[in-house]
């Protein structure tokens, strides 16, 4: 696929034939190339570090799980944030309660709304306002 790619901007941009002997060449060293990185197998000591990376990560999903705890991005820089779940629902609920931006509906007025606009539409409709598309 990425030998295929390569052939048809090669073509498209130089007009080279994708059945040029310089492409030959090329799909050849590239497939070598490939295969010397990606077919060799890892030294053992970059083996055991992911192992070690891959049970630290799982342990701390564990106690993420257990704990409920949150982790989340600060900023762009990427800096992480853990906190508890209830710390962060006693925040959301003070800076609601301090800002007074935000409401909590009982019921989702959604569907009402939907079907307040399909009817109003089907009126418009039979009284020949709008037309059918």
């Known amino acids: ?11 498209y941009r130089h007009s080279i034939p994708h059945k040029a ?6 799909s050849d060293s590239l497939e070598m190339i490939f295969i010397e990185r990606y077919a060799s197998s890892l030294p053992y000591l970059d083996i055991y570090r992911i192992r070690n990376d891959m049970k630290l990560i799982q342990s701390i999903q564990r106690k993420i799980r257990k704990t409920h705890y949150i982790i989340r991005i600060t900023d762009k820089t990427g800096v992480f944030h853990i906190g508890s779940a209830i710390d962060y629902e006693r925040t959301v609920k003070e800076y609601q309660m301090k800002t007074n931006a935000y409401i909590e509906l009982s019921s989702n007025p959604l569907m009402d709304t939907f079907y307040k606009v399909i009817h109003a539409s089907n009126d418009l409709r039979r009284k020949r306002q709008i037309t059918q598309w």
């Open 1 to 11: 696929m990425i030998l295929y790619k390569f052939q048809s901007d090669l073509h």
């Open 21 to 26: 002997l310089k492409n030959k060449h090329f």
